[in-house]
């Protein structure tokens, strides 16, 4: 690993830490490592180091940090079970607070406007609730939420003449956000088809805004005209 560089742990080894560890890779501006229960092929191809763990443990998960002189802790982990996602990242939250090189956590959230809809989707809420009450009674780990709302695979117009407020990003975009995030030390504290209905993907617009000139100038955002004309050239994801 490059000594200027600042690393990442990523925390899992589903599509959401592929998709980060692939943006971290063509950026080139931080080392990133992994930490799971498996080994997938994904990060082999890649050459990224993973670390395989039969549980999850502070110690186990403190060591990794120190060790790589680790900066940004980012979980991945989903399960709607409240136990298993509190304890799980009260885990990852300890070893923050006890290694000496991490003090920051994206905890896995990963949603849509969580502001205005804390309570939805109602299944992920009753799983999340007490350790979003955890992480914002402390203070020694900062921390942040990344809630990007859907993320588009592809568009079909339904000609239906309703209204629903959502937001979509592309998986390239919601890695380049992250990749932006992880450097700024000022961070912001901040059932599926209802929590669509009501408009609970939408991120707030003028929120939205505010942030990308704060944190990320230098991102291009696409527009939907933008997606029409990529995808003549290339296969939107």
């Given amino acids: 690993m490059a000594g200027?560089?600042?690393?990442v742990v990523v925390v899992g080894s589903g599509n959401i830490a592929q998709y980060l560890t692939e943006e971290f890779t063509n950026d080139k501006t931080h080392d990133v490592i992994i930490i799971s229960r498996s080994d997938p092929q994904f990060f082999r191809d890649l050459?990224?180091?993973?670390?395989?763990?039969v549980e999850y443990s502070k110690d186990a998960v403190v060591s990794?940090?120190?060790?790589?002189?680790?900066?940004?802790?980012?979980s991945t982990l989903h399960t709607d079970d409240p136990t298993a996602f509190t304890s799980l990242h009260e885990v990852l939250l300890a070893?923050?607070?006890?290694?000496?090189?991490?003090?920051?956590?994206?905890?896995?959230?990963f949603l849509g406007n969580l502001r205005d809809f804390p309570s939805l989707p109602r299944g992920i809420q009753r799983a999340r609730q007490a350790f979003r009450k955890t992480l914002a009674a402390q203070s020694d780990v900062k921390w942040t939420l990344v809630n990007q709302g859907w993320l588009a695979d592809y568009f079909v117009q339904v000609p239906d003449?309703?209204?629903?407020?959502r937001t979509y990003v592309t998986k390239e975009d919601l890695e380049k956000d992250l990749t932006r995030g992880v450097e700024d030390a000022r961070w912001y504290t901040a059932t599926i088809d209802e929590w669509s209905g009501f408009g609970g993907t939408a991120v707030p617009r003028e929120e939205a805004l505010r942030q990308r000139e704060k944190y990320f100038?230098?991102?291009?955002?696409?527009?939907?005209?933008?997606?029409?004309?990529?995808?003549?050239t290339m296969q939107i994801i």
């Fill in 95 to 109: 070893a923050c607070k006890s290694s000496k090189s991490c003090k920051r956590f994206i905890p896995s959230e």
């Fill in 47 to 53: 050459n990224i180091t993973s670390y395989k763990l």
């Fill in 161 to 165: 003449g309703s209204k629903s407020y």
């Fill in 4 to 7: 200027n560089k600042q690393v």
């Fill in 217 to 232: 100038k230098d991102v291009h955002f696409r527009t939907i005209e933008d997606l029409f004309q990529d995808s003549k």
């Fill in 64 to 74: 990794i940090l120190d060790s790589v002189k680790a900066t940004v802790l980012v």
